[in-house]
């Protein structure tokens, strides 16, 4: 709890406008996606870098736990205030889009801006800024840079680190640091902004952002091929990027998916398909894209496609994605609560990981639906269970931890683009070595020696 003295400083800083404790806040910003619950002692909306750097210092100074929070969508708990404290919230100020080089190929936004509304304002000028996650209508950019988010466009594009050029950032001693400059070159000194991408508000909080931008492709092509098994699928993938050929997306969905959407949507999927695979393919010539569209599709029926659906119109892209978007939400068919994870491997293990994981799936029987982003090797495995019941949440832990060994064995990672935050913290131990572990603490106690900021996450 924090004493009347911290309150009365906090209100001096930001305002009583800004600067809330009464139950209703601490409960709408004591939960994100994971749908764990973890109360802060109060919320604050800084107005400005320099609130932000007056409400370090005295946290720092007075040990009191922060933790900043863009829209709380996160899936591991990235934001959660598991220590109680202060919870930065950047929605109500720090959220304007302060400016767009035309020349530069530059976008510089505070951290509360909505990755969509950044999209939006530099389509309009004819510029792209790819990383779309799913959660791309809410999410910010501070928080897309806090868990180095990904999206269904990473396949060609990249994922946000990708996209970084430079940071603002407030040290938990309140002092603020620049990182990387906006220029296409730069190695000068250490690269601080890539240790604080990814790095969950844990060594500094963010409070601006230099971003690259690109042209604008005038091209898009939508197109979908169903498979009879998921490994006809996957082989399909990797054999199509081996070619020359890289997709904006190429998404899957697998049978299980397939089968809960089409009974929440009746959208006339094929449910007795193994798979199906979901591609866009972009361009500034539409001789271009049209060459790469018939490229996929002989690499879809090479390996075993029995159908290839291009869509027409804009209409029909549309319709043809509804599947994969509505993916999530419709697997809550086959149990009340979704252990969801997101490991990555590398694209032509795609096969031998999912057979391994059907594997799991029969050992414990429970449903494991999974669906992703195969174009980068990331896919999304969704252990189903009854929240209500503690043997089966336990029985689902275990198969979550077996995953996440045959990814590692497999050569790849316990998360792609969600984080580690709180859930995954436990497994560290499966993906990195002793040493390994203490450098990143080493690190952490360099930014942050008092552990003030987002305390408990990523297992440090």
Known sequence: MLESKHIDFLKDIVGE????????????????????????????????????????????????????????????????????????????????????????????????????????????????????????????????????????????????????????????????????????KDVAGFNTTGILVGSEGSLAVISEITLKLLPKPKYTKTAMGIFPSIESAMNAVYKTIASGITPVAMEFLDNLTIRAVESKYKKGLPTDAGAILICDVDGSLIEDVEYQLKAVEEKFLENGASEFKKANSESEAKDIWFSRRNASQSITIYGSKKLNEDITVPRSKLPELLEEIAKVSKKYDLKIPCFGHTGDGNVHTNVMVEGGSKEQLEIGHKAIEEIFQIAINLGGTLSGEHGIGLSKAPFMKLAFSEAEMELFRSIKRAFDPNNILNPGKMGL
Do not use: W
Not at 72 to 96: D, W
């Open 17 to 184: 406008d800004n600067c809330f404790f009464d139950k209703a806040h601490k409960i709408a910003y004591c939960y994100d996606a994971t749908k764990e619950r973890y109360e802060p002692d109060c919320v604050v909306f800084p107005r400005s870098e320099e609130d932000i750097s007056s409400i370090l210092r005295y946290c720092n100074e007075n040990a009191i736990a922060v933790v900043p929070r863009g829209s709380g969508s996160g899936f591991t708990g990235g934001s959660l205030p598991s220590s109680g404290g202060v919870i930065l919230a950047f929605e109500k100020h720090l959220n304007k889009i302060k400016e767009i080089d035309i020349k530069n190929l530059v976008a510089v936004v505070e951290p509360g801006v909505i990755n969509m509304d950044l999209q939006k304002a530099v389509e309009e000028v004819g510029l792209f800024y790819p990383p779309d996650p799913a959660s791309q209508d809410y999410s910010t950019i501070g928080g897309n840079v806090s868990e180095n988010a990904g999206g269904m466009r990473a396949t060609k594009y990249g994922i946000t680190k990708d996209f970084v050029m430079a940071l603002r950032a407030v040290l938990p001693n309140g002092e603020i640091i620049k990182s990387g400059k906006r220029t296409i």
